[in-house]
C-alpha cells in the first residue's frame, strides 16, 4: 500500500506502532484525524504526550498518578496494613471495579520472566520488599498476591514468598475456583481441582 | 472503569474517539504510549499534529499531499486527460494498487447524502466542472465515476452525470460484474444481474 505522502506515512508508521494496530487501521485513524479541526488533534496530540511528561508514578505503589502519592495509597478509607501486589495498572483498575478490596496495592509491572529478560531488577520487588520491612507507609500485615498463573507469575509468586516469609508478614494468594455462574461440566480439570483442594467451609 | 489518573483519563478518552476504538483498546494504547521513551512518544505526538498541520491537498484532484500539486497530478507519464472521481483517498489507494489506471483523479470528498447533512457545496463537484470546462491541468477527455454503489451514490453520479454531459466530454463509470475467482452460484442477483447486461466481447 503505497500512500500518496511522506507526512500521512509517518503518521500511519507511528499509529501501526499501536499494540494490534495493523497499517490498515492506522490509516483510518490518519484519514480521521485529517478530518478533524487542528485544535482537536492538537488536544489530542497534547494528551498523549502529557502521558510522559506529566504523569506520576505513585511513590509507594508504583500505580499511575498525577501526584507523588496517589490517593488510594494517602486515602485514610484504606486498610494500610494489606497489601495487594499485581502485574500492572490494568490489575489495579480491575480488582478496584469489584469494590471488594479496601487495602493498598503494589504495581510489579511485570514478572520475573527470563525469556523476555525481564529479572527480579526490572520490577518493584526491591521497593516492595522495603516496603514490608520498614512499614511504608504503614506497618505490612499481609501481602496478597494477585499475579497472573502462569509460569512466570508463579516463579514471581515463589521468589516473593521467600523474599517475604522471614518479615513475619502474612502471605496470602487469590482463591482459584470455578467461576461465579460457570458449570462445573465446562470447568478446565486444573481449575476444577484447584476449586477442590481449596474448598471453603459453607456458611 | 474508573482510571487512577485524570492524564491517562484524558489520553485514553482521546484516543477512544478514533474510528472503532472503545475506551478497553484507548486504554491498551496509553498504557503502551506510557512504556514507551519520551522521544517516541514526542514523535507520534507531533507526527499526528503534522496531519493538520503540513498535510496539503492537491490543488487539482485534492489527493492528501506535501506539495501543492500531487505526484500523480505532475507526472508528465499519466494521461492527463482522464479524469477517475472517487469518494475518499483511500479509494485513490486502492485503484493505484492494481496498477490498471494511468490517467489521474478527483478526490470529492463523499457523496451528496442529504441524511448526512452532505450536500454538493461540501464536496469537490464546483472544482471537478471547472476543471472539465477549463482543462485543468489538461483538457479532460474522459471521466470515470468510481463512486460506491450506494443510493448516496447513485445520486452523485445522476447529478454529476447531469453536470458534465453538456460539456462534450466522455462519461464513464466502472464494470460492475461478477468478482474474479467468484462462482456464479454465490454472486448476488444485482451484481450478477447486471454482469449480464454488461456482457463485453470475448477477446
Do not use: W
Amino acid at each position: 500500500m503505497e500512500l500518496p505522502s511522506k507526512i500521512l506515512e509517518e503518521a500511519v508508521g507511528q499509529l501501526a506502532m499501536l499494540p494490534g494496530v495493523g497499517k490498515r487501521s492506522a490509516l483510518r485513524y490518519a484519514l480521521f484525524l485529517m478530518k478533524q479541526s487542528e485544535d482537536e488533534v492538537r488536544n489530542m496530540s497534547e494528551s498523549l504526550l502529557r502521558l510522559k511528561t506529566d504523569l506520576h508514578h505513585c511513590r509507594y505503589c508504583h500505580n499511575v498518578s498525577d501526584t507523588e502519592v496517589c490517593p488510594i495509597c494517602s486515602s485514610e478509607k484504606r486498610q494500610q496494613g494489606i497489601v495487594c501486589v499485581v502485574e500492572n495498572v490494568q490489575d489495579v483498575m480491575a480488582i478496584e471495579n469489584t469494590q471488594q478490596y479496601r487495602g493498598l496495592y503494589h504495581v510489579l509491572g511485570g514478572v520475573i520472566s527470563p525469556i523476555d529478560g525481564i529479572g527480579i531488577h526490572d520490577l518493584e520487588i526491591a521497593s516492595l520488599v522495603k516496603r514490608v520491612e520498614e512499614g511504608i507507609p504503614a506497618k505490612v500485615e499481609e501481602v496478597i498476591l494477585a499475579l497472573p498463573t502462569t509460569m512466570e507469575g508463579d516463579t514471581t509468586n515463589y521468589y516473593l514468598n521467600k523474599q517475604l516469609r522471614p518479615m513475619n508478614v502474612k502471605v496470602t494468594t487469590l482463591a482459584r475456583g470455578v467461576a461465579v455462574g460457570d458449570s462445573l461440566e465446562y470447568a478446565d480439570e486444573i481449575t476444577l481441582g484447584r476449586s477442590i483442594v481449596g474448598r471453603i467451609p459453607f456458611e
